[in-house]
């Protein structure tokens, strides 16, 4: 079966400290990889899709990059956090445009 | 233009009773997916629910069906037999189109469950 995983969990990170996320997907191949930004309280937003190894579309401009250096990984970056980058990130993973999985989330305080 | 609509910010239920949390969407593509995700205090997402925009059955998946009303635009939830379990957050989400990636996600709706 398929897992997908994130981490750090939880980060605490300092105005303009560089940030990287990690999410890998485990049990299926070529899987469409997903970040997404939830403020508290609010909704889900789409920051970066990745459809394949270096392929990224943005949905945001915005302080953060995204990569795919191998087939089920998937890197949010960031290199000078900004207060308003706080939030609960999610990754998720779909097959094609099928219904998307989502991983455990991190919860990244900036202060 | 904001394309989902959940307009019940928080929903009590009374345990064993049914409860719907309601959803309107607005696309002008004929060919739509929607979605409904439930996320519990620890944050994960958790799927739910599918129902296309071609299909011609409600969707069901044990307690959850989904009440799909198209001319109306709706996609309600029900959860039938509600359990303490269910108190959480529930996203309703489309993806528009047939080729498209973009999922849009709802405000979400809180939903508690009392004993």
Redesign the interface.
Known sequence: SQTIHQWPATLVQPVGSPLSLECTVEGTSNPNLYWYRQAAGRGLQLLFYSVGIGQISSEVPQNLSASRPQDRQFILSSKKLLLSDSGFYLCAWSILRDTQYFGPGTRLTVL | AQK?TQTQPGMFVQEKEAVTLDCTYDTSDPSY?L?W?KQPS??????LI?QGSYDQQNATEGRYSLNFQKARKSANLVISASQLGDSAMY?C?M?EG???????????TRLFVKA
């Open positions: 989902i997916g979605f995700y620890s944050g994960e997402m958790i799927f599918y996203f989400a993806r047939a080729g498209g990636f973009k999922t849009i996600f709802g405000a979400g």
